[in-house]
Every structure is written in structure tokens, then in C-alpha cells.
T-cell receptor, first 115, second 108 residues
Framework: DSGVTQTPKHLITATGQRVTLRCSPR?????VYWYQQSLDQGLQFLIQ???????AKGNILERFSAQQFPDLHSELNLSSLELGDSALYFC??????????????FGPGTRLTVL | GQQVMQIPQYQHVQEGEDFTTYCNSS?????IQWYKQRPGGHPVFLIQ?????EVKKQKRLTFQFGEAKKNSSLHITATQTTDVGTYFC????????FGKGTLLTVNP
């Protein structure tokens, strides 16, 4: 158990819909990262927040957005869902804000299926 | 942009055989991280390499960072069934870019 929690575990929805994934980082960690994992693309970095502010952006689509709240939990919002958005979404956390130097602790993931 | 390639994509070995996965970056990296993901699980941090030419060992696992800081390798000696999983390297400049991973399966 990494100490990072993610809800829900599974999500099944239809194309065009909007969903929200939630992540609570390890106690004391200020950074939260979101990743998308699909079979053909591997682990794709989406976005990082540090202490409530956006720190780094990866391959995140405009239909996706995220935020980190004062209690440091984070939410990833996915809208206008397409079949290709079906994937495993991981949240990770680390103590510092420097992605390049910080060991990341991954949550169990949310499996999103878009029908 | 920064690209990290990993080979092989898949590797099947007999228990007791050695295994090596290679990670190559299109750009010089500030450091490299290795993670392991068991089937159905989440990535778990194994190690971080920072210095040019660095070699680190964890029991049967040996990690190397190339002299030019553009490649890395993970070598497992005498594989066991518990080594099964996908091994990812993550190369960093200001952000962490993962390779697609090497899936290791071990035949007991």
C-alpha cells in the first residue's frame, strides 16, 4: 500500500459524458501527478500540481482538466469522453515539487471504460 | 520533445535465467528512475540514478546509467517468478518521461 488513494476503482460511462477522478496523496506529500496508461501508449504523464498550483503539463488534452485543493487532494475531470479515453488513470504523489528528482508513489488507479 | 525508448517490449525467460532491459533517451537526462508494475498493480519505485556511469545494486538487480546520461539498463540475475511484471524507466529533464516498459514473464 503506497498511501495514495484513488476513487473510484472502476468507472463505466458513455461517449460524450463527463467524469471526475479523485486522488488523495500520501500524508505530507505536496505534489500530485496524473498519468494515463493504455496498452499501446504506455504510461503518459498528464499534469502535475504542487501545493495547489499547476507545476508541469504533459500530454493532457484540452477536454481534460485537473485541480488540487487546499487539503491537497486532487481531481481529474474528463469531459466529452471518447472511446479512446478508455484507460487506466493513475495518480502519484511525492514530497517535493521537482518531478525530476522525486520518487513518486502511485495509487491503485482508476479504470475508465467508455462505451 | 524528449523521447524515451525501451527494449525489448517483451521478454520471456525460464526461471533462473538472466534478464536485461535497456532504456534509451533522445536527449541527455538529468537522472533516470526505474519502476516495476506487477500484473494488475501500480508502478512501484525501484531506484533513481543521477551520476554519469553510476551503477547501483539491489540484491539480484543491477542498474546502470550510461556515461553520456542518455541510456540506462536494468539487469536481473537468476530470475524468479516474483520478478514477473513490467519494468519502466523514466528519464527526466524537467519532467519525467516514461518508456513503454518491458514486460517480463518467467516460466517456473
Amino acid at each position: 500500500d503506497s498511501g495514495v488513494t484513488q476513487t473510484p476503482k472502476h468507472l463505466i460511462t458513455a461517449t460524450g459524458q463527463r467524469v471526475t477522478l479523485r486522488c488523495s496523496p500520501r500524508s505530507g506529500d505536496l505534489s500530485v501527478y496524473w498519468y494515463q496508461q493504455s496498452l499501446d501508449q504506455g504510461l503518459q504523464f498528464l499534469i502535475q500540481y504542487y501545493n495547489g498550483e499547476e507545476r508541469a503539463k504533459g500530454n493532457i488534452l484540452e477536454r481534460f482538466s485537473a485541480q488540487q485543493f487546499p487539503d491537497l487532494h486532487s481531481e481529474l475531470n474528463l469531459s466529452s469522453l471518447e472511446l479512446g479515453d478508455s484507460a487506466l488513470y493513475f495518480c502519484a504523489s511525492s514530497v517535493g515539487g521537482g518531478q525530476s528528482r522525486a520518487e513518486q508513489f502511485f495509487g491503485p488507479g482508476t479504470r475508465l471504460t467508455v462505451l | 520533445g524528449q523521447q524515451v525508448m525501451q527494449i525489448p517490449q517483451y521478454q520471456h525467460v525460464q526461471e533462473g535465467e538472466d534478464f536485461t532491459t535497456y532504456c534509451n533517451s533522445s536527449t541527455t537526462l538529468s537522472n533516470i528512475q526505474w519502476y516495476k508494475q506487477r500484473p494488475g498493480g501500480h508502478p512501484v519505485f525501484l531506484i533513481q540514478l543521477v551520476k554519469s556511469g553510476e551503477v547501483k545494486k539491489q540484491k539480484r538487480l543491477t542498474f546502470q546509467f550510461g556515461e553520456a546520461k542518455k541510456n540506462s539498463s536494468l539487469h536481473i540475475t537468476a530470475t524468479q517468478t516474483t520478478d514477473v511484471g513490467t519494468y519502466f524507466c523514466g528519464g527526466t529533464n524537467y519532467k519525467l518521461t516514461f518508456g513503454k516498459g518491458t514486460l517480463l514473464t518467467v516460466n517456473p
